[in-house]
């Protein structure tokens, strides 16, 4: 199925709520940088248990069930399951095989420092690392040991390894 014809499926449901959706995650202006869009299209059209398992989170009317949540020292991240969905075998393989009600596991990275939990969160969104950020091997050893090692190497390109060679090419 083409995106457009899934566009149009979604919208049928809440134009509103769709487009709302589909702004964030599709166009230039989001957070989503423009391979990763491409990579979006890609999965979409590459399995239709994913189109399914996308518009039932979509045009869940329960908002909490449309993003996955990651706690860390008594706070609550969520994060849309579209992107994890694109972003990651691991949560696409969980979104798709779990129920509903099942499939909003928190997450605890409490572990994680302030930077360490930011650089994670942009990379969710981004697939990149700020250019800014200065990596240090203690940032690297924290998150190696923080996040799940299989869940950073689930995405492409994985976190441990784009931190690697920031650190690399600071050094």
């Known amino acids: 199925m083409k ?18 959706i589909f702004e964030m995650i599709y166009s230039n202006n989001s957070k989503i940088n423009p391979k990763l869009y491409s990579e979006i299209k890609e999965i979409i ?26 706690e860390r020292k008594e706070k609550q991240y969520k994060f849309p399951k579209l992107i994890l969905i694109m972003r990651s075998e691991l949560y696409r393989g969980m979104f798709l095989s779990v129920t509903e009600d099942k499939s909003n596991k928190v997450t605890d990275y409490s572990e994680l420092s302030n930077k360490s939990f930011q650089i994670f969160e942009y990379w969710i969104y981004s697939n990149q690392i700020k250019d800014e ?17 299989f869940q950073l190497n689930q995405t492409n390109p994985n976190l441990f390894d784009l931190l690697t060679k920031k650190f690399n090419n600071q050094n």
């Open 3 to 20: 995106l457009k014809n899934f566009k149009e499926i979604i919208s049928k449901k809440s134009i509103k709520e769709s487009n709302q």
């Open 133 to 149: 950020i200065e990596i240090t091997q203690e940032i690297i050893n924290e998150i190696e040991t923080g996040i799940d090692y």
């Open 45 to 70: 059209n590459s399995n239709e248990k994913i189109e399914e398992t996308m518009k039932r989170i979509y045009l869940n009317e329960n908002e909490n069930e449309k993003d996955f949540i990651i």
